[in-house]
């Protein structure tokens, strides 16, 4: 059975045609509609090529680096091969996915977000009197650009050194690049979350008196309403004098941990430990209302270099930044230096 993907084109200029994705261009091309009910339906444009190429990238059977250019057409797949995979490192354990409300994907380096900050009278539920005025809350463009940053890793290698190597042990170092990008993209939105954005909405900062209790995380949580604390985010320090307190060493909370890798707090919320936190601090947030990610990029690579296996220095890049929805839905609390 003849297929037709096997009779399209591959070549560079697929790469950033009108602003598209390569994998977009490829799916307009190829659409993945046309194979419903055949044996490859589930896969998508870019995965029917490297079949077409019989190109192994996952398992104990994977092919080496140089099988992607064998071929001319088969070399154009290499980048997107490369993206894919940095891409999957910056997702995999990343919990950025856990503290943001919303993902904004913007064509440019400077942002402007949106803000709603309503007064107190605005907050009270007022029954609104048949004919009488309804309340009203108010939507503006913040007054200062959100910037984007650009973040990401020189990959050095030379074709000669990798063109042996397996493609899933080649993935390996890939997907580590992708965990260092994501890193940096949280290390960019905790700053926002704690100094703000740029447009005067810094968090409120929290004085544990002293010494971390639960009576301390009590008063941290009541001062969220309307809003729900409903996750925190903690140094390796702080998770450590967290689950010193007796209120944490539940036994349930140890099953949960086991059975679906998180931490819950007596609270509700869900603990989240990263190194991209400052020492002695604890970021609460109803992460359905704090912060906005703006991604200008997610991932991509210097793909003439790539395709023409001039890899000695391949720029792999993604370009995010965020923005504060609403000041009131993060706090910081600072630990004192005896807790």
């Avoid at 602003?19 to 091309?29: D, H, N, P, R, Y």
């Avoid at 809350?137 to 200062?144: A, G, K, L, P, W």
């Avoid at 390996?172 to 905790?190: E, N, P, S």
């Amino acid at each position: 059975m003849s297929y037709h993907f096997e009779n399209v084109r591959l070549e560079k200029g697929m790469y950033g045609r009108g602003g598209k994705s390569f994998t977009k261009t490829l799916e307009e091309l190829d659409p993945s509609e046309r194979y419903r009910g055949t044996s490859l339906e589930g896969l998508d444009a870019f995965q029917r090529q490297l079949k077409r190429f019989d190109i192994r990238v996952k398992g104990a059977d994977s092919d080496q680096v140089e099988k992607f250019f064998h071929t001319t057409e088969s070399s154009v797949l290499f980048p997107e091969f490369v993206s894919r995979v940095v891409r999957q490192g910056v997702e995999e354990g990343g919990i950025l996915p856990d503290i943001t409300a919303t993902v904004t994907k913007f064509d440019g380096m400077d942002y402007r977000s949106i803000a709603s900050v309503p007064t107190e009278e605005e907050k009270e539920l007022v029954q609104v009197e048949e004919g009488g005025a309804i309340p009203e809350t108010s939507v503006r463009t913040q007054e200062n650009l959100v910037k984007l940053r650009k973040r990401g890793r020189m990959l050095v290698a030379s074709y000669e050194a990798i063109r042996f190597q397996r493609l899933d042990l080649f993935s390996v170092t890939l997907r580590q690049i992708g965990a260092y990008i994501g890193k940096m993209h949280l290390q960019d939105a905790i700053g926002v979350l704690m100094e703000g954005d740029g447009n005067g909405n810094p968090a409120e900062v929290v004085d544990a008196g002293g010494e971390l209790s639960y009576d301390a995380l009590l008063e941290f949580w009541s001062r969220f309403d309307p809003y729900t604390m409903n996750t925190l985010l903690v140094g390796g320090d702080t998770m450590l004098k967290l689950l010193k307190l007796k209120e944490f060493q539940n036994p349930l909370t140890g099953l949960n941990f086991q059975g679906t890798g998180t931490l819950s707090t007596p609270l509700g919320a869900k603990l989240l430990r990263t190194s991209a936190m400052p020492a002695g601090t604890i970021i609460g947030l109803d992460r359905n209302y704090a912060l906005e990610q703006v991604t200008g990029s997610e991932v991509t690579v210097e793909y003439d270099k790539l395709i023409d296996r001039q890899l000695e220095r391949a720029a792999i890049t993604s370009i995010s930044g965020f923005a504060k929805l609403f000041t009131d839905a993060s706090k910081v609390m600072k630990l004192g230096a005896g807790a």
